[in-house]
């Protein structure tokens, strides 16, 4: 069985920053894609995704040069450093990972609090 674990959230003050950490366990298979999401109203947003080799990656527009993802693909495991945060920020912040053979899992997410 497939376990997606998210740790790191919690709460900070706006202009400080966390890192975000997401183990995949129960699978051999490498992801070929992880990404970080975070829930908005009535929908869950790509925040940032990163290809099987690093080489691939998207931020969406409200994070860039803000957050960055990287991941340790031996160790199943992706990450989201988060710098500079902001209220809007807040969320809760859920971890997704995508096999070639259709396969996708999601975390049940971390909480992340940016306070003024």
């Known amino acids: 069985q497939v376990h997606v674990v998210e740790s790191g959230g919690g709460l900070v003050r706006a202009g400080g920053s966390l890192t975000l950490s997401c183990v995949v366990f129960g699978i051999r298979e490498r992801s070929s894609t992880m990404g970080w999401y975070r829930q908005a109203p009535g929908k869950r947003e790509l925040i940032a995704s990163i290809?099987?080799?690093?080489?691939?990656?998207n931020y969406a527009d409200s994070v860039k040069g803000r957050f960055t993802i990287s991941r340790d693909s031996a160790k199943n495991t992706v990450y989201l450093q988060m710098s500079s945060l902001k209220p809007e920020d807040s969320s809760v912040y859920y971890c997704?990972?995508?096999?070639?053979?259709?396969?996708?899992?999601w975390g049940e997410g971390t909480v992340v609090t940016v306070s003024l």
């Open positions: 997704n990972t995508q096999y070639n053979a259709g396969m996708n899992y």
């Open positions: 290809g099987v080799r690093g080489d691939i990656i």
